[in-house]
T-cell receptor
């Protein structure tokens, strides 16, 4: 099946710094990419939806100025956690789809620990 | 009320047992339904789609009852390797979301298969 590559898999950063997570679709063009966050023992929560070449649509309660999403090409989307705090420590996972109604493929996820 | 509700478990069963998971969803505009499997600290992986007519894939059987807004997953002859968290996932009608595939995840049901 299609592959979505996400990295880094693990990152530890200091409080106040910024961290960038990349998500690449390797063998398909992802017109839409989704970013999720999952806290321990909780479900995946959609943070934002991005369409290539346009601004991301953020879910209610997600700060767009803190979680910067860029989807500049059909194969790459990035999530930057700015001014990270310990409460931002979580599992961040991206997914991509070629278009509405198409199968969604998940990246391997990124574990962020802010110390 | 959560959009997708599941019994969190854990379900501890002996190898070879049959186990059933249930899920209810609240949004009647939900159009597509899936079961995903998530191993500890990994990304979710699609197990199977769920159709009104019911569908089977080897030891796994999924059922959908639209009238009751209820989804089920049955695992027969469970294996140690089936130990994971099973996520019930629904996709709202893409016309409602404006063209995006908006997956809503349940919190998952944890299964532990033991010798």
């Amino acid at each position: 099946g299609a592959v979505v590559s996400q990295h880094p898999s693990w990152v530890i950063c200091k409080s106040g710094t910024s961290v960038k997570i990349e998500c690449r679709s390797l063998d398909f063009q992802a017109t839409t990419m989704f970013w999720y966050r999952q806290f321990p023992k909780q479900s995946l929560m959609l943070m934002a939806t991005s369409n290539e070449g346009s601004k991301a649509t953020y879910e209610q309660g997600v700060e767009k100025d803190k979680f910067l999403i860029n989807h500049a090409s059909l194969t790459l989307s990035t999530l930057t956690v700015t001014s990270a705090h310990p409460e931002d420590s979580s599992f961040y996972i991206c997914s991509g789809a070629q278009g509405p109604g198409n199968t969604i493929y998940f990246g391997e996820g990124s574990w962020l620990t802010v110390v | 009320r959560k959009e997708v509700e599941q019994d969190p478990g854990p379900f501890n069963v002996p190898e070879g047992a049959t186990v059933a998971f249930n899920c209810t969803y609240s949004n009647s505009a939900s159009q597509s339904f899936f079961w995903y499997r998530q191993d500890c600290r990994k990304e979710p992986k699609l197990l199977m789609s769920v159709y009104s007519s019911g569908n089977e894939d080897g030891r796994f059987t999924a059922q959908l009852n639209r009238a009751s807004q209820y989804i089920s997953l049955l695992i027969r002859d469970s294996k140690l390797s089936d130990s994971a968290t099973y996520l019930c996932v629904v996709n709202i009608d893409v016309r409602v979301t404006g063209g995006g595939n908006k997956l809503t995840f349940g919190t998952g049901t944890q299964l532990k298969v033991e010798l």
